[in-house]
């Protein structure tokens, strides 16, 4: 069975700094992965995913992501970090089958020093 | 643009109390979503409907109904509501193209059962 595991539960950075999120997952075949965005009181937003090809993924908001299968990882990152960048972030992993095989990891908090 | 639309955003149940979380979306979406986030957990999938009259088992099924009379509309029935049952939920919606799918979310019902 699929499972995504985030090590890190709640990471603090410094507004301007770097920022990497961790994400590993296991999965039999080419896995399908994503990363989301949990504002307070909202739901959550795709912030970018990876299906195939380049395995440097853009997505919105200036965040990146490396899918490195030979480390089972996909982990987010961000060259500097704004203070609306505070949020939950989930990564995901899927099958070419549809949402509902999707495996969500149990969120990294990041908090945002100003 | 609504997008995704969850009502109420707030409700306190008593034990063995029903209720039913209505979820809506205006962007023809075929495929619909319920989740569940609990503290410190990632999403669990609920139900989940790939059309109008057509809804399948998620992972937690158990203590929950769904229907889908219209492609808009995808309710969530409690029918005896459990402590167990806390919990912040989310209604979703997607297309597909090919292999390509995004989920849209709501922002999320925040239930407790007392």
């Known amino acids: 069975a699929q499972s995504v595991t985030q090590p890190d539960i709640h990471i603090t950075v410094s507004e301007g700094a770097s920022l990497e999120l961790r994400c590993n997952y296991s999965?039999?075949?080419?896995?399908?992965l994503f990363w989301y965005v949990q504002s307070p009181g909202q739901g959550l937003q795709l912030l970018l995913k990876y299906f195939s090809g380049d395995t440097l993924v853009q997505g919105i908001k200036g965040f990146e992501a490396e899918f490195k299968r030979s480390q089972s990882s996909f982990n987010l990152r961000k060259p500097s970090v704004h203070w609306s960048d505070a949020a939950e972030y989930f990564c995901?992993?899927?099958?070419?089958?549809?949402?509902?095989?999707?495996?969500f990891g149990k969120g990294t908090k990041l908090t945002v020093n100003p | 643009n609504a997008g995704v639309t969850q009502t109420p955003k707030f409700r306190i149940l008593k034990i063995g109390q029903s209720m039913t979380l209505q979820c809506t979306q205006d962007?023809?979406?075929?495929?619909m979503y319920w989740y569940r986030q609990d503290p410190g957990m990632g999403l669990k999938l609920i139900y989940y409907?790939?059309?109008?009259?057509?809804?399948d088992k998620g992972e937690v099924p158990n203590g929950y109904n769904v229907s889908r009379s219209t492609t808009e509309d995808f309710p969530l029935r409690l029918e005896l509501a459990a402590p167990s049952q806390t919990s912040v939920y989310f209604c979703?919606?997607?297309?597909?193209?090919?292999?390509?799918?995004?989920?849209?979310f709501g922002s999320g019902t925040q239930l407790s059962v007392l």
């Open positions: 409907s790939v059309g109008a009259g057509i809804t």
């Open positions: 995901a992993v899927g099958s070419q089958g549809g949402s509902e095989k999707l495996v």
């Open positions: 962007m023809n979406h075929n495929y």
């Open positions: 979703a919606s997607s297309y597909r193209t090919g292999r390509q799918e995004k989920l849209f």
């Open positions: 999965y039999g075949a080419t896995p399908y």
